[in-house]
């Protein structure tokens, strides 16, 4: 369980699921040392659940897990955890566009613009004050 209060320190970058990429195979939830990766499923009447995995940017502390598995510099191959390549680390001023934008379905976007957009560009202007 994340800690309640103000972040120390906010990350360089956070991580952003591209939606229309992730088929939902849960390889980054479970990676995430900070456990801020969730699954979402939205039923459509016709062509049936989409799912896709969502990273709460607020917890994300741009550690890069959930993209790649740590490895000694001088190791030259990296080994990726997604295996759809949908996720993108963003630098940290630039995360509410790209949340805006790829984000999830734009219904979906549309009716949790507060808690996606929204904590994304609060992000931003931290980072943009710090």
């Not at 040392?33 to 709460?56: F, N």
């Not at 030259?76 to 996720?87: G, M, R």
């Not at 790209?98 to 980072?127: C, F, S």
Request: aromatic share 4%; with cysteine; glycine share 6%.
């Amino acid at each position: 369980m994340a800690k309640a209060g103000p972040r120390k320190k906010l990350p360089k970058e956070v991580a952003v699921i591209n939606a229309d990429n992730c088929t939902g195979c849960e390889s980054c939830l479970e990676v995430c040392p900070v456990d801020c990766i969730d699954m979402k499923v939205m039923h459509h009447a016709v062509k049936g659940a989409q799912a896709w995995c969502e990273i709460d940017i607020e917890r994300c502390v741009g550690c890069e897990v959930c993209v790649h598995i740590p490895q000694k510099k001088t190791n030259p191959y990296e080994l990726t955890v997604c295996p759809w390549n949908a996720i993108e680390m963003v630098p940290t001023e630039h995360v509410a566009q790209y949340v805006a934008q790829i984000g999830g379905p734009p219904e979906y976007i549309q009716a949790n613009w507060d808690r996606l957009v929204g904590t994304a560009q609060h992000l931003a202007e931290l980072k943009a004050a710090g």
